[in-house]
């Protein structure tokens, strides 16, 4: 019972939200090498100073109405342990994979794979949001990639969620990159409620402080117009503001422990749904408001096998592959 109120509490927290991937394309694949005090490493100390052991404090509002009758929701505030670990870093790409780490009183652990980034500099493409159920390799004018970094951020299972281009600024003090405005689905806390909007165009912003960091969304929440299918119209405006705070408090081992177990699989898994995104240029790809991607559980759950020893990391990766392979064929229209 312990242990269910636990996972509860972590999902409330967690869901209130080896090889380089390939859904991003980088204009040169040949390595950079800077002086440390040029921009571009300035700009990657930047991105891996998010790494890291966090307490990490959830924060989502809506604030502004723009439909006559509609109330803002109250604000939902929550808050977990957070590990971030670099996956890889090859100059111009870095991943973070987020994992939190909660205990209870009597030392029970939880463990879920939670988000991740991918950071590409100057990108060529940018898997980006669609409309229900569809991601699309987006190209990248050569003159908005000039110094930029692309950031792509991926679901619990890896599949994607979305993606934006922007560029890291210091101007007054301050270590901030902030992204251009992208189509996002909506996150379960709004789709398990059948809301009347059905997207967001959100932009993200990251910025670092002097206890870790802060992502910061301004989220435009969308829909239908009253009795017209046509274009979205702004529903209601919503702040998103999750502050990472560097600790030492609670142990991480168990995190590091299950990435370290399940990392190749993960990385196979990454696999697959690069190569669906470069074959069929994007991602088709179901989602359910209970759950997220189709592919979500399954792909979560043979990850644990692995950690448990009742399944091997091949034989995990060649299911993975024939799940996403069958679950991102797009239907006849």
């Known amino acids: 019972m312990r242990r269910a109120l636990l996972l509860t509490s972590v999902l409330a927290a967690a869901l209130a939200a080896s090889a380089p991937a390939l859904a991003q394309t980088v204009a040169s694949t040949t390595a950079v090498t800077a002086p440390a005090s040029s921009p571009f490493e300035r700009d990657r100390q930047s991105i891996l100073a998010q790494a890291g052991q966090w307490r990490v404090r959830f924060d989502m509002r809506e604030n502004v109405s723009f439909r006559a009758g509609y109330e803002p929701l109250e604000e939902k505030l929550s808050a977990g342990n957070e590990i971030v670990r670099v996956v890889y870093d090859d100059g111009t790409r870095i991943s973070l994979q987020h994992i939190l780490v909660m205990s209870d009183d009597a030392g029970n652990h939880m463990v879920i794979k939670h988000w991740r980034q991918d950071w590409v500099y100057e ?5 980006t949001y669609a409309g229900p159920n569809q991601w699309v390799l987006t190209p990248v004018p050569a003159d908005q990639r ?36 992208t189509w996002r689905p909506l996150a379960r806390r709004d789709a398990v409620r059948n809301p009347i909007y059905d997207r967001y165009l959100g932009s993200n912003r990251h910025a670092l402080t002097p206890e870790g960091w802060v992502h910061i969304q301004d989220n435009v929440k969308m829909g239908p117009a009253e009795g017209d299918e046509t274009d979205p119209v702004a529903i209601v405006q919503e702040d998103v503001i999750n502050t990472y705070r560097r600790v030492d408090n609670y142990d991480a081992a168990p995190g590091d422990a299950y990435w370290t177990a399940t990392k190749d699989y993960w990385a196979g898994v990454r696999a697959a749904w690069d190569e669906v995104a470069v074959r069929n240029g994007g991602i088709w790809l179901e989602e359910e408001a209970n759950r997220g991607a189709v592919t979500g559980k399954p792909l979560m759950d043979w990850a644990d096998e692995i950690q448990a020893g009742t399944l091997t990391t091949e034989a995990a990766i060649a299911q993975a592959r024939e799940l996403i392979f069958r679950a991102t064929v797009a239907p006849a229209s």
Do not use: C, I, K, M
Not at 123 to 127: G, W
Not at 150 to 179: A, I, L, M
């Open 123 to 127: 990108p060529e493409t940018v898997l």
């Open 146 to 181: 000039r110094g930029a970094w692309s950031q792509t951020v991926w679901q619990t299972d890896d599949s994607p969620r979305y993606g934006g281009v922007g560029h890291w600024s210091y101007d007054h003090g301050q270590s901030e990159w902030t992204s251009n405005p």
